[in-house]
């Protein structure tokens, strides 16, 4: 489905799921339909599963949002006592559009829990109740945290249908069936014009594990050893720590210091502190490789965008060169919570981290120009689809090691992806099957509805 088709139907205010491989536009769809909700008076609510993924876009997590806290499921009671919060229920309350991005990592015990919450709230039996409900995401990216040492053991529950296993993937949850979900399985590339990458991406998607991993070791031993690589994608925490913290004492020179200032209210301010990709505190030198983590198409960076600090302006405002070769001074930025319309919380900071090593989980959402990834490590199928789409072309890959398990991926993803395909053409036919100005009719029909 192209993007446009997709908007109509968004507006149209269908549940709906927007799928699709990395650098198809989810993102930026959904940025575009937020901000025509906001254009038209209609109260949206902007949520994702993981913080870092929720920052992207200026929203919180889903957990936060909804009052669900650290729970995976909540009983009759549990949900009583979770909208006590007089600010929980005013914000559900005012919701007519919930959008929730990164929906793969959310188990179906929490999609239900959230469901149940918003029902009571809204005192209303309909799914979610009655809010349009936009779902993003791709399952063949990094699954839900389970608390299990055996993640595989417990996703094999049947295809869109309720499971006793409350862990699965939102699509096993008995509500998903009821909201009536159109799927819109985007398929253009915006991210990578590279076709071998391509190739091998969907050789992963399609669960193609020797063929994808011949085609990138036949690349691999060809190409010229990369002469400039800023990033280093690791799966481990640690070795990002540590690269950064050696990397940054190996230069002689001054340290510049970056406070992270938080203003509004104390407790949104600390979750939005540590869900951002931002450090709390940030120190520079000239030299330093660095990696921008805000979308500023004025200021002509994006999140990714790597270079290297080479001076210092006035204020102390560090001076990055891209590896594009632009030349800018980094002023401090905001990452803000928004509710009616408001600002709850922020922090501002300088939208810089180090980047001489990332974790491979902290990478969604980027688009990287040159990468050194070491999957020797992998401990989760869809670590290394993740890392490898980061990457604009196999030009910019330098690859230190890979295990089996990064050719990987979930077989129930599989089985979905083959589905939502399905239900992508039956949604995309039926758009065309309508005429401009019916279409036109509906989308101005849910304007209106919202509106009351």
Known sequence: MKQKEALDILKSGYNTFLTGPPGSGKTFLLNNYIKYLKKNNIAVSVTASTGIAATHMGGVTLHSWSGLGIRDELDDSEVKKACERGYIRKRIKNTNVLIIDEISMIKASQFEAVNKICQYIKRNPRPFGGMQVVCSGDFFQLPPVYKTEKPADIIQGELFKPSENKQGFVTESAIWKKMDMKICYLDEQFRTKDKKLTTILNYIRENKAEESKKLLFDYHDNAKELKKVLTKLYTHNIDVDSINYTELGKIKGKEYKYQMTPRGNPVVAEILKKSCLAPEKLILKEGAHVMFIKNNFEAGYVN????????????????????????????????????????????????????????????????????????????????????????????????????????????????????????????????KKMSSGDISKRQKLFVKYMNG
């Not at 790597?306 to 594009?324: I, M, S």
């Not at 890392?387 to 890979?402: D, H, N, Q, Y």
Request: aromatic letters at 6%.
């Open 304 to 431: 990714g965008t790597q270079g290297k600090v080479v001076g210092f302006a006035a204020a102390d405002l560090p001076v990055v060169l891209t590896q594009e070769g632009k030349r800018i001074t980094v002023t401090y930025t905001d990452w803000t919570i928004e509710e009616e319309n408001s600002v709850v919380a922020g922090i501002s900071q300088i939208p810089l981290r180090l980047a001489w090593a990332i974790t491979v989980h902290k990478s969604q959402g980027m688009n990287l120009d040159s990468a050194e990834i070491d999957l020797s490590r992998c401990f989760l199928a869809g670590m290394g689809y993740v890392a490898l789409s980061r990457l604009k072309s196999l030009k910019g890959l330098k690859l230190m090691g890979i295990n089996n398990l990064a050719f990987q991926v979930n077989p129930l993803a599989l089985e979905v992806d083959k589905h939502f395909r399905k239900l992508s053409k039956e949604a995309s036919s039926e758009l």
